[in-house]
Structure formats: C-alpha cells, structure tokens
C-alpha cells in the first residue's frame, strides 16, 4: 500500500463549504440578473471535438488544450471556453428557435496554462451569447448585460470598449504578419514593443498614430487619427445607447482581445487589486456558426472570469453563514429529536443532530462551537411535551410545547 498522500492535480483547487456558499450566491445572483435580460441558460458537454476548437485558431491552441484520443481513437478536447460549443449547439439545434438566441451559460473551462494567482487550469465561466442579431443595439445590450452582471455581483470594475476596425484602419498598409505581431503586443499591453514592431519594419510614420491611438480616450480623438471609417456611425450609435443607459464605460481603441474570432465591437473588464491576471470579463462581436456547417451569422458575447470575481471579491463577506439549531437530546429521547428535526427541517432550518453518540454536556458544548440555538430534549421536556430553546449567543432561554416550536424558533434565533 502507497503511503504517499496524494494531492490534486496543479492548477486546480479544492473549495470547502465556506467557499462554495459564497459562489452559490454569487452564481445565484449572476443567473437571476441573466434573467431579467432575456438570457436563458444552456449546458453543453465538459469535452468536444478538438476541432471545434482548432477550426478557427489553427493547431498551435492544442499545446493550450486538454487535448486526447479516447478509447475508440476520437480526437477530444476538454473544453477551454464556451463560445465555439455555444454556437455548435446553435448550427446543431438553434436554427429553427426565435431569433434572435439569448444564451447565458455557467461551466467550468480548461486550459493548459501556467498557474497562478487567478490563473488556473481547471476555471469557471459565466457568459452569455446572443446570436444573429447585427445592431448597434445589440452590441450595446450584450454589454449593458455584462456591465450588470459584474455589478451585481457585487465587484469593482473598469470597462473598455473598442472596436478592432481602428487598428486594422491604422495598420491597413502593413502586411498581415506584423499585424498580427503589433497587435499581439498590444494585447500584451506592450505599446512601445508595437511601436518599435513597426519603425523596425519601415512604418516608422505609423508610430505616433498608433501611440495616440492607445491613449485616445474620446470618439472624436478616435476619429481625428483614423479617419471617418465606415464602422463610425454604429460605433457611435452604441456609445449613445451606453450612454443612455448609465453604462460607465472607457474607450480604448487598441483593445485586441487576443486575435482569435473577433470582427467588430470588443470589449473587457478590470477589477483592482487582482495584479497581472486582473481582466474579469471579455467579449465582443465574432462570426463562428458558418465555420460549424451553419449560415454566416452575426454574434456578439462575453465571459465572466467567475473565479476571478470571487478573489476580487474574497476580502468582503458575501453570505453570512446561515443560522443553525443543534438539538440536544437524550437516548430515551432521540425519537422526539428525530420529529422535531423534520419539523425545522421541513420549514427551511437547518438542524444539526449528534451522531457520535456523545453525552448531554458534550453536545451542548458542540452546539456552543457550531449553532445559533441549542433545543434541549430532555427527560422533562419529554414529560412535558415541550422542548427548551437556548439562545447560545444571549443564553436567554425560553420553553415551549412542540406544536409553538416553528412559530418561535427563527426570531428567537436572531435575537442576539
Ligand atoms: P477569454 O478572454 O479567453 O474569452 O476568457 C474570458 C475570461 O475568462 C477572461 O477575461 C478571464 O477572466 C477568464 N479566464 C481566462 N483564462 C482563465 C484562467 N486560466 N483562469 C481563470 N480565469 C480565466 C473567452 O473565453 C471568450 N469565449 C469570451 C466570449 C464569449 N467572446 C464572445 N463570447
């Protein structure tokens, strides 16, 4: 027999009780506020054909990947973020349903990363899809919907907006490669990289266009360096629709958000104190279902980093531990505790009973350790029909009969 203990595996995490109430309620909130737009959610499986995934970014996002042959030689990926199986269920399901589609889903995601702080293998995701509708207005709803969601749960933020037509506007005489190269490193947020990038490559004029062009902060320092583009008038169509939706927002044109499948509007968000791993949130507009064996259809979404919210979030307390009765009780008393149980149980509180076999003073001392009020089942209650309440914070103590039990428990459990 191994006397080696055993661990999980890097770049994943356990979470104890304490951790999952808080993303419970976080999830909770995050669902109910998808809701309240429209979005309804979906589930699609942990793992995919690799394809799904390689088909847009190439093969080099395999080394990203959990990627294996299964038993029967399928070539299967788990799954390192939710948009391309989204619009996979559209092209295989969503067709015939009333366009356009509001999807929001919740699952967790794996790639193969460097771990750290924020950084994991094994992470979450929240996000919402919304298919085949190409409008300003859409646009700006997907983000309205993200700007609410990481409100609601509670987080502080920064948005950016931009759009990829500045860049490939700026960049338009340059050959493909270095394109992609100065934008690479712009999505690095390395803007002096860009910079040499392009005098090392003869667009030595591009250099202070470019330079202006990340620090440009209003529509029309935009528009003054890139012209009137034919992008203009929706991009600031969904600049008055945020705004009039209180939406609080930064422009930020040299947003490149990875070079993978955007086409149009993209957009993230920042929260404090997270350090390098601190964008919550990403999205944008993207073509994928036609690459799946669908029509060419326009979309636009985003991912929440959900385990990037809870560290922001981890230093205020999001649930206060529910309140919890122990019940006290003797072996010629356990059937009455078992009843009295059901009862509290069947009215939502949560009831904790010794299993151990431990003496009356030594469940009173766990209670002490563990519940908000103890409910004493002893040989005179037994006698009496009744049962004893004990505020173990104030130690007032109360007896009731067991039919008055329910009606007084939870407010003699917060009086403290
Ligand atoms: P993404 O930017 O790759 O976009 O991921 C979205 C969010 O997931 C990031 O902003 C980050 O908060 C979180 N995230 C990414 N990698 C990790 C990791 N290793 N550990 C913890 N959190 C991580 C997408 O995945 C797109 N599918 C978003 C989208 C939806 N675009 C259109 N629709």
């Known amino acids: 027999m191994s006397t080696k203990t055993l661990a999980k595996p890097r770049g994943t995490r356990d979470m104890l009780p304490d951790e999952m109430e808080s993303r419970r309620e976080i999830e909770m909130r995050l669902r109910n506020c998808a809701r309240t737009f429209g979005y309804r959610e979906i589930t699609t499986p942990a793992f995919e054909e690799t394809e799904l995934f390689t088909i847009r970014s190439g093969e080099g996002i395999i080394a990203e990947?959990?990627?294996?042959?299964?038993?029967?030689?399928?070539?299967l990926a788990l799954r390192p973020e939710l948009t391309a199986?989204?619009?996979?269920?559209?092209?295989?399901?969503?067709?015939?349903?009333?366009?356009?589609?509001?999807?929001?889903?919740?699952?967790?995601?794996?790639?193969?990363?460097?771990?750290?702080?924020?950084r994991y293998r094994q992470f979450w995701q929240?996000?919402?899809?919304?298919?085949?509708?190409?409008?300003?207005?859409?646009?700006?709803?997907?983000?309205?919907?993200?700007n609410e969601l990481l409100t609601s749960a509670g987080v502080t933020f920064t948005l950016k907006i931009g759009h990829l037509a500045c860049m490939r506007t700026l960049l338009s005489e340059t050959p493909p490669a270095l394109q992609v190269a100065v934008r690479q490193a712009l999505d690095k947020r390395e803007s002096d990289k860009a910079a040499s990038?392009?005098?090392?490559?003869?667009?030595?004029?591009?250099?202070?266009?470019?330079?202006?062009?990340?620090?440009?902060?209003?529509?029309?320092?935009?528009?003054?360096?890139?012209?009137?583009?034919?992008?203009?008038?929706?991009?600031?169509?969904?600049?008055?629709?945020?705004?009039?939706?209180?939406?609080?927002?930064?422009?930020?044109?040299?947003?490149?958000?990875?070079?993978?499948?955007?086409?149009?509007?993209?957009?993230?968000?920042?929260?404090?104190?997270?350090?390098?791993?601190?964008?919550?949130?990403?999205?944008?507009?993207?073509?994928?279902?036609?690459?799946?064996?669908g029509k060419d259809t326009p979309s636009v979404g985003f991912a929440i980093g959900f385990d990037r919210v809870m560290v922001a979030l981890s230093n205020k307390q999001v649930v206060a531990p529910k309140p919890q009765v122990s019940i006290i009780y003797l072996p010629e008393t356990r059937d009455a505790a078992v009843h009295?149980?059901?009862m509290l149980r069947k009215r939502g509180i949560c009831v904790e009973l010794d299993l151990m076999g431990r003496s009356f003073s030594a469940q009173m001392k766990n209670a002490g350790k563990i519940a908000d009020a103890a409910i004493i089942i002893g040989e005179n209650e037994k006698s009496t029909g009744t049962v004893t309440a004990k505020n173990l914070k104030s130690g007032e103590q109360m007896q009731w009969s067991l039919s008055a039990l329910p009606e007084h428990i939870t407010e003699f459990m917060s009086e403290r």
């Open 197 to 293: 990038l392009l005098s090392e490559n003869g667009y030595e004029h591009l250099v202070q266009p470019l330079l202006a062009l990340t620090q440009a902060k209003t529509l029309s320092e935009i528009f003054s360096i890139i012209g009137n583009i034919p992008e203009k008038e929706r991009i600031v169509e969904i600049c008055q629709i945020l705004d009039t939706a209180g939406v609080t927002y930064e422009l930020s044109p040299a947003i490149a958000r990875g070079l993978d499948y955007y086409t149009g509007i993209v957009f993230e968000a920042f929260a404090e104190g997270l350090g390098a791993e601190n964008q919550i949130m990403g999205g944008g507009a993207y073509r994928l279902a036609h690459l799946f064996g």
């Open 85 to 118: 199986p989204a619009l996979r269920l559209y092209v295989n399901e969503g067709r015939s349903l009333v366009k356009p589609i509001k999807w929001c889903y919740f699952g967790d995601c794996f790639r193969y990363e460097r771990p750290q702080k924020g």
């Open 126 to 146: 929240f996000g919402a899809e919304l298919i085949d509708a190409d409008s300003a207005f859409a646009d700006a709803e997907i983000i309205m919907l993200a």
């Open 340 to 342: 009295v149980a059901a």
């Open 65 to 75: 990947m959990y990627a294996f042959e299964d038993k029967g030689g399928r070539s």
